[in-house]
């Protein structure tokens, strides 16, 4: 079974400061790894997501995030945070290309101050 | 496309009672998907669909729970004898098995408080 850490439940940054949300997991297999974000009151959308080939992948709003096979992670990164960034971001990874459950972490929350 | 919709938005019920949720995907996507989640933590997998057939279904679910999706369009998520440790968020998502990505799109979620 797969499972996934986020590492921090709360980063609290200042406006165009940079930011790392963390993420590690473990599976016994090769998965594919994503990052959602989720706005008060809105539902879950996809931020990026790493399937194959390069191991740098870059997502919508300027976020991207590595793939790190040896230590299993898959941090995200943004180099300058805005106020509209402040949300909850999950991490998660998923055993196959054809669907089926994605495992989710607890949750990061972002909050942006100015 | 108007994207995922959940019915109704928030539920309130007593414990002992049924209830149930409706989703209706992205017309176009035949894999349709049910997660839940409370607070403080990730949504949690219950079941998936592709078109009418249900493929997974999480051992965490007990037989309380029940979901369909008849015609391989919208489902409905059943909660029998709903327990105080029901009151979640459940979300829906969807994906079309086409996309090689299989991005999913979810839902804003019916929020469930048992009394």
């Known amino acids: 079974a797969q499972s996934v850490t986020q590492l921090d439940s709360q980063v609290p940054v200042f406006e165009e400061a940079p930011v790392e949300l963390r993420c590690n997991y473990s599976?016994?297999?090769?998965?594919?790894l994503f990052w959602y974000v989720q706005y008060p009151n809105q539902g879950l959308q996809l931020l990026l997501k790493?399937?194959?080939?390069?191991?740098l992948v870059k997502g919508i709003n300027g976020f991207e995030a590595e793939f790190n096979k040896s230590q299993t992670s898959f941090h995200l990164r943004k180099p300058s945070v805005h106020i509209s960034d402040t949300a909850e971001y999950f991490c998660a990874v998923r055993l196959g290309p054809l669907g089926g459950k994605s495992t989710f972490g607890d949750g990061t929350t972002l909050t942006v101050k100015p | 496309d108007t994207g995922v919709s959940q019915d109704p938005r928030h539920k309130i019920t007593k414990r002992g009672q049924n209830v149930t949720f409706r989703c209706d995907p992205i017309s176009e996507h035949n894999r349709l998907y049910w997660y839940r989640q409370t607070l403080g933590q990730g949504p949690e997998f219950l079941t998936y669909?592709?078109?009418?057939?249900?493929?997974?279904k999480s051992r965490l679910l007990s037989d309380r729970f029940s979901a369909e999706r008849p015609k391989g369009s919208f489902s409905t998520l059943e909660i029998q004898r709903t327990e105080q440790g029901d009151s979640a968020m459940y979300l829906c998502a969807s994906s079309d098995r086409r996309d090689s990505n299989e991005k999913l799109f979810f839902g804003s979620g019916t929020q469930l408080s048992v009394l």
């Open positions: 790493y399937l194959s080939g390069s191991t």
């Open positions: 669909f592709q078109n009418e057939a249900q493929l997974e």
């Open positions: 599976s016994s297999v090769s998965v594919y």
